[in-house]
């Protein structure tokens, strides 16, 4: 099944065409198809929310193509860190469903990271249990191609984090990142939670973007800051509120709210 | 941590926090309707009483102060509520507990609470009472109306006798000073009597009278002068007569001649001849009549007349000295009897009025208050409660409940630092963009790659 972003009716810029390495030339998901990494069902979500975590990704991709035409195009994909301030706030599941929704919606090609070694999301999520991941390759059990999974349907590539490990510098995982960056237009890394480790706030520094997830009904506000002046010297690009209830929000002080924005 | 307003804020609120909320008011409302339930049903006992005269005696005791009628009725409105005669009623239907004061004095300010005497028209109160029993409630409103009634009398009989005695007491301090004040005027009068203002009058016709008397003395005066001369008259000789017709021819020929002539010379010796005769006759004449009785008795007439006019003239001289003096002493009297006056006045009022008094002091100590005071209504118990209207107490437990219920979402709310809308996130991150708002995500949607999970397994184990 061949995807495009034909059909939502999303208007790439020129800017956002030059930034990212093009797809429109290279038939990148028969290239997918030959590359010999098992194939995994992804999780689907519900239809509203997978239409917002496409709506995401769109501005995400955006975003990116507006900072990359102020500077000279990179041969590397870009490296986006998802983190969040607590625990559960869903790092995993936005970074699973945004790069589903890069890959599948505007067919990029797209790996995610599974970044938190203590705490894997990426493999439970996606049912798998204890598969191999970064953890293996950090510790040198695997190479890295022997880990990568493949989404079905024009999925993103996924790197789960693997058995425990008891080195867990960021060193060894900027490694395989910038591996991966070679190959993808986009990587996600699904970090620790900041409140857990500084891994997101160092990977962050290098990276092209970090993304803050935010729970509703969870988060705390002083959480909130925390990550906020954790997350000071990275190139913060935004938020996504998760497990909203739904309802549309009021207007506040005559800003519009996020949909009417993306609407 | 919230940044809704208004009905946002409050709906907001209502959703998050259902459960404390719906709990609270259910809880609140319960126990708010069984108070309702358990509330002691309230009889309330009515009487109308009309104050047939709500002033004192006024006809005969007039106010010292003046009151208008309204606030008159006011402070009779006060006098059902006053707090001696609640506890007088309130004992004899034994309200009050014996013994520990502090207990009376709660016992009597409920009592006073459920008491009520409102205005209707112009002289008529409704005197309601409530209470649980309803035979207490009629015997204590009308033990309450007996004793405003009998001590309203008394007080009206007091205030009478208070004005008499006050009344009689400033008589006796003003009599001594009207006494006084009239000694004073009657010392000046008799000092100054006929040279007062009221006798002058008397005083100008007595000095014309006088003048009158003085010119008829002078009148007769020149008469009896006439009559002397007449007499006088008589003495003269006839050579007088020769002696001017002589002087006559003399200064005439003294104008024709020289002063040496014959002529001249003859006539001056005539006339020096009859001179002498004319003295001569006129001396032995003028003997005879001086000692003549008429012209003694004119002369006696004369000195008579001469000196009743001194007399009267020094009479007019006293009257006018007294017509003057009139107005001075009039002046000095006018003062005392002016404040004579006054203090005879007053003194008269005060009588009159003590008079009124006295009787007003009579009247109502005789007057019974049922006299003053009609029963229109005699104290009755309606048949059913009146309070608690418990419908409308449902009501307000219910919306009370309602409002603890919100006070309790909004408190909770108030304390969650939970990020729990978009503009709680705007408020931290700033201009940060939210990339986007995800709902809540019932189904997980979590992958089902449990064969993938055993091949990957196996491959791990075999060292693929």
Not at chain 1, 200 to 216: E, F, Q, W
Not at chain 2, 216 to 243: C, F, K, N, W
Not at chain 2, 390 to 404: H, K, M, S, W
Request: aromatic fraction near 4%; proline fraction near 5%.
């Amino acid at each position: 099944m061949k995807t495009t972003t034909e059909g939502f009716g999303i208007e790439m810029t020129a800017a956002g065409a030059a930034a990212l390495p093009s797809t429109r030339d290279t038939p990148f998901m028969e290239e997918r198809r030959e590359l010999d990494a098992p194939e995994v069902t992804l999780p689907t979500p519900q239809r509203m929310a997978e239409e917002r975590y496409r709506l995401v990704a769109v501005r995400l991709e955006a975003i990116l193509a507006r900072r990359a035409s102020n500077h000279a195009a990179r041969p590397l994909g870009k490296l986006i860190i998802v983190t969040s301030p607590q625990r559960g706030d869903g790092k995993t599941t936005t970074a699973l469903h945004v790069g589903t929704a890069l890959s599948r919606a505007l067919g990029r090609r797209v790996a995610v990271v599974d970044g938190d070694l203590s705490r894997p999301g990426l493999a439970p999520m996606l049912g798998l249990g204890s598969a191999r991941g970064v953890a293996d390759v950090l510790d040198g059990s695997a190479g890295l191609d022997e880990v990568l999974l493949r989404g079905e349907d024009g999925g993103p590539l996924l790197v789960p984090a693997g058995g425990p490990v008891t080195d867990r510098r960021s060193r060894g995982l900027a490694s395989i990142v910038n591996t991966l960056r070679e190959y993808n237009d986009v990587v996600l890394v699904d970090s620790p939670a900041l409140c857990d480790a500084a891994d997101a706030a160092l990977l962050g520094r290098s990276a092209d973007g970090v993304i803050l997830v935010v729970r509703a009904g969870s988060t705390r506000d002083d959480s909130l800051a925390a990550a906020l002046d954790a997350l000071v010297d990275a190139p913060l690009i935004g938020c996504v509120l998760n497990d909203h209830d739904g309802r549309p929000e009021p207007r506040h002080n005559g800003r519009p709210t996020v949909w009417e924005e993306d609407e | 941590m919230k940044h809704e307003a208004g009905w946002a804020r409050l709906w907001a609120v209502v959703r998050r926090r259902r459960w404390p909320v719906v709990g609270t008011t259910i809880v609140a409302a319960a126990a708010g309707l069984y108070f309702v339930k358990t509330l002691e049903p309230q009889y309330q006992a009515r009487s109308v009483v009309r104050l047939d005269d709500p002033r004192p005696a006024r006809d005969y005791v007039p106010p010292l102060t003046s009151e208008p009628d309204a606030d008159r009725l006011k402070s009779a409105r006060m006098g059902f509520l006053s707090l001696p005669l609640v506890a007088q009623s309130a004992e004899k239907v034994h309200l009050l507990p014996d013994g520990d004061s502090k207990e009376r004095a709660l016992a009597l300010s409920r009592t006073s609470a459920h008491l009520d005497a409102r205005q209707e028209g112009t002289d008529t109160f409704v005197v309601t009472y409530d209470d649980s029993d309803p035979a207490r409630a009629k015997a204590f409103l009308g033990y309450l109306v007996d004793a405003y009634t009998t001590l309203r009398s008394a007080e009206f009989a007091s205030r009478a006798a208070a004005t008499t005695a006050f009344l009689a007491k400033e008589i006796e301090e003003l009599r001594p000073r009207v006494a006084q004040a009239e000694a004073a005027v009657a010392k000046v009068r008799l000092e100054h009597y006929g040279s007062l203002p009221d006798q002058v009058e008397a005083n100008l016709r007595v000095l014309d009278d006088n003048e009158l008397n003085i010119h008829a003395l002078m009148t007769s005066v020149d008469a009896a002068q006439g009559r002397r001369r007449d007499i006088l008259a008589d003495v003269q000789s006839p050579l007088r007569h020769q002696e001017e017709a002589v002087a006559r021819d003399l200064s005439v020929a003294r104008t024709r001649y020289a002063a040496d002539a014959p002529e001249v010379k003859n006539l001056e010796t005539e006339l020096a001849r009859v001179r002498q005769d004319r003295v001569s006759e006129e001396t032995s004449t003028g003997k005879r009549v001086q000692s003549s009785t008429e012209l003694r008795s004119v002369g006696d007439q004369i000195d008579r007349l001469k000196g009743q006019i001194g007399a009267a003239q020094q009479r007019s001289t006293e009257l006018r000295g007294r017509i003057e003096a009139a107005a001075k002493n009039g002046e000095s009297l006018a003062a005392l009897v002016l404040d004579r006056d006054v203090l005879r006045d007053r003194l008269k009022s005060l009588v009159t009025k003590h008079e009124d008094a006295a009787l007003a002091a009579g009247l109502e100590s005789g007057v019974s208050g049922h006299a003053r005071i009609t029963v229109m209504e005699p104290a009755w118990v309606t048949p059913e409660p009146v309070k608690p209207s418990r419908p409308l107490f449902a009501l307000g437990v219910l919306a009370l409940a309602v409002g603890l219920g919100l006070g309790v979402g909004f408190l909770l709310d108030g304390l969650d630092r939970r990020v729990l809308a978009i503009e709680d996130v705007r408020s931290q991150v700033g201009d940060l963009p939210i990339l986007g708002v995800v709902p809540r995500l019932d189904r997980l949607g979590r992958a089902a790659n449990g064969n993938y999970t055993r091949a990957a397994t196996s491959a791990a184990g075999s060292g693929t």
